[in-house]
């Protein structure tokens, strides 16, 4: 039986006050808090058997290598992987785009195309138009409408024999909204493009399974699911993986090497140069557990409903818009008091303990859709309480008060 | 009024509150007393970058001293660039750069000061310090 109670006695961090204030932490979209149980792993491995993996004789070694190999085992198992070979470890989302991008350089010509959202992150923006600068590809944008959907018609349009490659984040980071992305897979795969789906934002809400979506590549970050900073994994089908060239060179990624001649070693290892976050990935591993053990029916449940309350309890105020109003989305609201700056009421929020997101949430394309400077954006995980929703309402409404 | 004199004024104005709300209140007062910079210089090249609001800046200098004018979009943001402005708005340059802000810490706006604070009053600060340094090498 879920207990949101008993849950956040597993975060050391929600008991802590901020200004004064017991900490009201909505700022999950970002990242999300650690519990205990990972805490846990991390000083064990530092503790206990920090050492280098793969290379050493010895039993330390040995005992790093096993557990940082059982992690990639449990990712594989989360996203349903056929092999954990296609699990790549990664410092991040962005590090996995940059890693597809990169070796995407060599396989894209002039006069291919690459087909991004209007619902993107600056990451899954930028490398692409790097990519492009490299290549000659030229970038094609899916539109969205006014409640923040993309309008899949038009992307239905946009696809031709020329386009090669589709990126589409799984969830909106600054709206919430969850994109059709099997429709996306399954109308690119009819043109032979590869397809590669940002889940930053889904992975702490939903369990992704990367064989019933047939997706090519799939990106994420453990830090918003409940693992440390500084790690994260890119699944890729293992035909894709053979085919793009390494990203970085150095150790751990090699087979042999002359002075004449280097080839590369087999996959996951032909992707991860140097020594890996070791400790992250393990630690990767027990996040993965943690949320597994409190199940993510479970979660996605609990979070919809704090997402229908603080959506009903927000709209009460009058002159208060929210931005992102698809029917299909997750505990993310978007939200700006008319005529008053998102940063002003993020500051007035703050001295209250109340910690959210102001800004343009690294989504400068969708602020300039609604003609916006950014939006306050409060972002709700399964330890949070309906009574932390009051405490948001109340101090927006003193924020109105203070500022209007 | 030297800027130190300034500065201690505006140090008493908010010793007399008691907790941040009527601080930020008597900020957002402020900000409402701001020498608005003309239309003509809100231009993009006038923005302060590190902001996550907007701020423009325009400087002149009237017979050795600078005047300073400034708008923003945000009503917190405003509020603070016009302290700062009622700091150092008819200086001389020389005293602009080498002012002490150690009085930002006495108000209870030390937040403002930590380098991830998305308002950059570190940015600001160094703007308008910037501007003075400008106008001290034409004196020269």
Redesign the interface.
Known sequence: MFNVDDIRKDFPILSRKVNGKPLVYFDNAATSQTPQQVIDVIVDYYSNYNANIHRGVHSLSQEATDKYEHARQKIQKHFNAKHAHEIIFTSGTTHGINLVANGFSSLLKKGDEIIVSALEHHSNIVPWQMLCERTGATLKVIPMNQDGELIISDFDNLLSDNTKLVFVNHISNALGTINPIEHIIKQAHLYGAAVLIDGAQSCPHIKPDVQALDVDFYVASAHKMCGPTGQGMLYGKESWLKKLPPYQGGGEMIAEVTFEKTTYADLPHKFEAGTPNICGGIAFGAALDYMNSIGFDTIAQYENELLEYATQELLNIDELTIYGTSQQKTSVISFNLDGIHPYDVGTILDKLGIAVRTGHHCAQPIMDFYCIPGTVRASFAFYNTKAEIDALVAGVKKAKMMLA | MTIEEIQNEIIDEFSMFED??ER??YM?DLGKDLPLIEEQYKTDSNIIKGC???VWVHAEMQDDKIEFTADS?????KGIIAILIRVFSNQHPKDIIDANMDFIDQIGLKEHLSPTR??GLVSMIKQLKMYAIAYQTQLK
Do not use: G, L, P, R
């Open positions: 941040w709300e930020y209140q957002i996550q609001s907007k979009d945000a009503i917190i943001t998305a308002n």
